[in-house]
């Protein structure tokens, strides 16, 4: 089984760039949908981006969409999720998903996006 281990987060002003990493020990990691969630304090979580087994599809949250880039590195076994123009409203825990059909899920332990106005 795959273990996850997300890196990359911390704190950045209105309009900065993060990029977060995840690295997959244990399996190869593009045999799974690797996704992107977030959880802000309060809120339930949310998908953010994803990436199909293969890297055939991805996918992008409207809230997103042309400021996030979810890339892979199948060499490195990694995912990525490259951040710009964060705004106030993407403060949150960013937690790297595996996922393959008939199996739970299997969740890194998050990393702490803060964005300052």
Not at 12 to 35: H, I, K, P
Not at 48 to 71: C, E, M, N, P
Not at 91 to 105: H, K, N, Q, S
Request: include cysteine; glycine fraction near 12%.
């Amino acid at each position: 089984q795959v273990q996850l281990v997300e890196s990359g987060g911390g704190l950045v002003q209105t309009g900065g760039s993060l990029r977060l990493s995840c690295t997959a020990s244990g399996d190869v990691f593009s045999n799974y949908a690797r996704n992107w969630f977030r959880q802000a304090p309060g809120k339930e979580r949310e998908f953010v981006a994803g990436i199909t087994r293969l890297g055939s599809i991805i996918h992008y949250a409207d809230s997103v969409k042309g400021r996030f880039t979810i890339s892979e590195d199948n060499a490195k076994n990694a995912l990525y999720l490259q951040m710009n123009n964060l705004n106030v409203e993407d403060t949150a825990a960013y937690f790297c998903v595996a996922r393959r059909t008939g199996e739970d899920d299997i969740w890194g332990q998050g990393t702490q996006v803060t964005v300052s106005s």
